[in-house]
């Protein structure tokens, strides 16, 4: 089956603690990217990869790096996480094919910083 | 740069009534249209896309949208509700031509059906 896959699900975490959500998928895709969702304001992207080892910033990059060693992996990583980093997050991929393709989305991780 | 607006935040409707849901949006190039719905605890599902072919676009579990360049609008429609479609629905913009861009998100309309 096609997916997404995003872990962990859940996390409650304190200030400061390094941690780093994993994302996966299954399709092939050249196209990764991040998103926070928070209410009232949607999602916003916050880095995106376009292929292997080229990623680059969204329209709220602070506070995270991400990485694109493997076509299938784009991890997302807070190396000293905030309250504000307290979020709903989303994983995407999308192949670059001709147009502009529709993204998929994993089922998210609802991050908690204390 | 590109935009979404979706005019309401919260519709309400009963089951058996047709259901619009409202977007705006502004781009300066051929834009790519979507419409996504997202469920309590789930991630985000394409229900439809408009990519510069026809402008009625249909969707899944009967949902349409048409595209209407003159009123920039993008409204999401579908002619009897039903429980099931209870959810949070995003409209979304992206660049048609840099298929390497960001979606932009609107705000997204919380659907409430009842019975």
């Known amino acids: 089956e096609a997916q997404v896959t995003q872990n962990p699900r859940y996390l409650i975490t304190v200030t400061g603690k390094k941690l780093t959500v994993t994302c996966s998928q299954n399709m092939n895709h050249e196209y990764m990217s991040w998103y926070r969702q928070d209410p009232g304001l949607g999602l916003r992207q916050i880095y995106y990869?376009?292929?292997?080892?080229?990623?680059d910033k969204g329209d709220v990059p602070e506070g995270y790096k991400v990485s694109r060693k493997e076509k299938r992996n784009f991890p997302l990583i807070l190396e000293s996480p905030s309250p504000n980093q307290t979020s709903l997050y989303f994983c995407?991929?999308?192949?670059?094919?001709?147009?502009?393709?529709?993204?998929?989305f994993g089922d998210g991780t609802r991050l908690s910083i204390l | 740069a590109q935009s979404v607006t979706q005019l309401d935040s919260h519709v309400s409707v009963s089951e058996g009534t047709p259901v619009l849901l409202r977007c705006n949006y502004s781009s300066s190039y051929s834009p790519s249209l979507f419409w996504y719905v997202q469920h309590p605890n789930k991630g985000l599902q394409l229900l439809l896309k408009?990519?510069?072919?026809?402008?009625l676009v249909k969707g899944i579990n009967g949902f349409e949208a048409e595209f209407k360049k003159s009123e920039t609008s993008f409204h999401l429609t579908k002619p009897s509700a039903h429980m099931s479609d209870a959810a949070e629905y995003f409209c979304v913009v992206s660049d048609a031509v840099k298929a390497g861009t960001a979606l932009i998100f609107g705000k997204g309309t919380t659907l409430s059906v009842s019975s």
């Open positions: 995407a991929s999308k192949t670059q094919g001709v147009g502009n393709q529709p993204q998929h």
């Open positions: 990869s376009m292929n292997v080892e080229v990623t």
């Open positions: 408009y990519t510069s072919a026809a402008t």
